[in-house]
Nanobody, 122 residues
Framework: VQLQESGGGSVQSGGSLRLSCSAS????????MGWFRQAPGREREWVAT???????NVAYSVKGRFTISRDKAKSTLYLQMNSLTPADTDMYYC?????????????????WGQGTQVTVSS
């Protein structure tokens, strides 16, 4: 499985961005997927996951603002981010696991993208 994120960039506080993760060698019936984020010097933080049956989970810190979704036909994972704040400034990573249900722990994931930078200015 290979993953490639896109859609990051710079936005002002209150703005929106949609991240995309294009997956190759991926199967929606065998691989759950998730988004993580990380700032320099900090641990990788779980943001959202989508299981193979379509069940989604979103971290409390972004609940109501971020939405995870997927397009099976395009083998693409999305993260719609609204009402962004400077605290959301991070490198965002797409990940996939050889599992039906995803966890919040980054160590459970088998495949990672290179990341896409999101910068929110006040």
């Amino acid at each position: 499985v290979q993953l490639q994120e896109s859609g990051g960039g710079s936005v002002q506080s209150g703005g929106s961005l949609r991240l995309s993760c294009s997956a190759s060698g991926y199967s929606s019936s065998r691989h759950c997927m998730g988004w993580f984020r990380q700032a320099p010097g900090r641990e990788r933080e779980w943001v959202a996951t989508i299981d193979t049956d379509g069940t989604t989970n979103v971290a409390y810190s972004v609940k109501g603002r971020f939405t995870i979704s997927r397009d099976k036909a395009k083998s693409t994972l999305y993260l719609q981010m609204n009402s962004l704040t400077p605290a959301d400034t991070d490198m965002y990573y797409c990940a996939a696991a050889d599992a039906l249900r995803c966890s919040m722990w980054s160590g459970d994931y088998n495949y990672w993208g290179q990341g896409t930078q999101v910068t929110v200015s006040s």
